[in-house]
């Protein structure tokens, strides 16, 4: 490999890359980590923004991104891509993608490791350039034909992507016509996260979800017959000891009525910052201990009758089993039902008849400040 560092040809494009940018959030599913995702913020923080147990945007106003601000982010990644593909073409890595090439470039300018979006760039370029998430909280608020636009232009620019996703609510679903979602997909979106979080009209109320039941299963419905990938994301306890029957057998009631590709499981966590908190705090709510959880689990997948996958893919599934190892697996395929759901109610039961003191219990850690 060559390792001159004084060839001005290799400062040429690590000064390109240095000074190129583009608009990033903060959040995305831990299965768009795991594939090392591009990144990309098509619109910013969340246009509803009431929901009282998520602290993710709170104090961040709605932006509406304009197409050509988005579609000039896009160039500006296709831009630091040929930057690095070019260096490695000029030190002898054929334009691989390799640590000697993340090395060369660190060697030359070591600024570049805080850059935030040369990182991004360059651990999707690693991975194979294969997956992009749209952010923020629903890119799907964006006016049809411009998401349209800003799809096809992201599939041109990048031809290597095999897989675009990003998050939605379920109401934005409801609302849009299904030859919209339709256009949406066929024009490159192929996976959505929903927040479903509960199935019971009640607890939806009083969390502030702001959409029916009823409206999450047309849009849930909708995203399906589009065509779409779907994953709907439910919250564990989010009913407290108060409501924990109704919230389990209404969320399973929602989900087989949708039947998405994938179940994802996220224990409830009252944040500190979050107004659900303050409902915790004086005893309006109380949280479920461990073996509580398991059992309001064990209601909601004795419930279900879909051909999904069911996730538990997240650190907050932390219940043990008889080992201390994790119950369930963390995978982000999770348990293909209806073949493993025995398996799942088995380790629920695996789950149940472990010693309650040794599972993660969420209140001990509120009250450590660890939460």
């Given at each position: 490999m060559v390792t001159d560092l004084k060839n001005s040809s290799y400062r040429e494009n690590v000064e390109k890359i240095s000074k190129l940018s583009f608009a990033v959030g903060v959040y995305r599913p831990p299965s768009e980590g795991g594939s090392a995702s591009l990144l990309l913020r098509v619109t910013e923080n969340c246009p509803w923004n009431k929901c009282t147990f998520c602290e993710m945007y709170k104090g961040y106003p709605f932006v509406y991104r304009s197409t050509e601000s988005i579609k000039a982010d896009i160039d500006t990644v296709k831009k630091i891509a040929d930057e690095i593909q070019e260096l490695s073409r000029k030190i002898g890595q054929e334009g691989k993608i390799t640590r000697d090439v993340l090395r060369m470039l660190l060697s030359i300018n070591p600024d570049l490791h805080r850059n935030h979006c040369f990182s991004l760039v360059f651990n999707w370029l690693y991975y194979g350039g294969k997956t992009a998430f749209l952010q923020d909280a629903n890119s799907m608020i964006m006016r049809?034909?411009?998401?349209?636009?800003?799809?096809?232009?992201?599939?041109?620019?990048?031809?290597?992507?095999?897989?675009?996703?990003?998050?939605?609510?379920?109401?934005?679903?409801?609302?849009?016509?299904?030859?919209?979602?339709?256009?949406?997909?066929?024009?490159?979106?192929?996976?959505?996260?929903?927040?479903?979080?509960?199935?019971?009209?009640?607890?939806?109320?009083?969390?502030?979800?702001?959409?029916?039941?009823?409206?999450?299963?047309?849009?849930?419905?909708?995203?399906?017959?589009?065509?779409?990938?779907?994953?709907?994301?439910?919250?564990?306890?989010?009913?407290?000891?108060?409501?924990?029957?109704?919230?389990?057998?209404n969320t399973a009631r929602v989900l087989n009525a949708i039947n998405p590709h994938y179940i994802r499981s996220r224990p409830f966590v009252p944040r500190q910052s979050t107004e659900i908190f303050e409902d915790y705090v004086q005893g309006r709510l109380h949280i479920s201990s461990p073996h509580e959880r398991l059992c309001e689990l064990q209601i909601m997948i004795e419930n279900l009758n879909v051909t999904s996958k069911v996730c538990f893919d997240h650190n907050m599934n932390s219940w043990l089993n008889t080992n201390g190892g994790l119950l369930f697996s963390q995978s982000y395929e999770g348990y293909k039902f209806p073949e493993e759901k025995t398996v799942v109610l088995e380790l629920i039961k695996e789950g149940l008849s472990v010693d309650e003191s040794r599972h993660v219990n969420i209140q001990d850690l509120i009250s450590m400040g660890s939460l």
């Open positions: 049809p034909k411009e998401f349209v636009e800003i799809l096809k232009h992201l599939r041109k620019t990048l031809p290597t992507l095999t897989r675009v996703t990003s998050y939605t609510r379920s109401k934005t679903l409801a609302q849009r016509k299904l030859e919209e979602l339709v256009a949406i997909r066929e024009a490159g979106l192929d996976r959505i996260h929903v927040g479903l979080e509960s199935g019971d009209d009640e607890i939806l109320k009083i969390v502030r979800k702001g959409v029916t039941s009823a409206e999450q299963i047309e849009g849930g419905k909708k995203a399906m017959e589009a065509g779409f990938q779907l994953s709907e994301y439910w919250m564990p306890d989010l009913g407290g000891r108060e409501r924990w029957r109704q919230h389990a057998e």
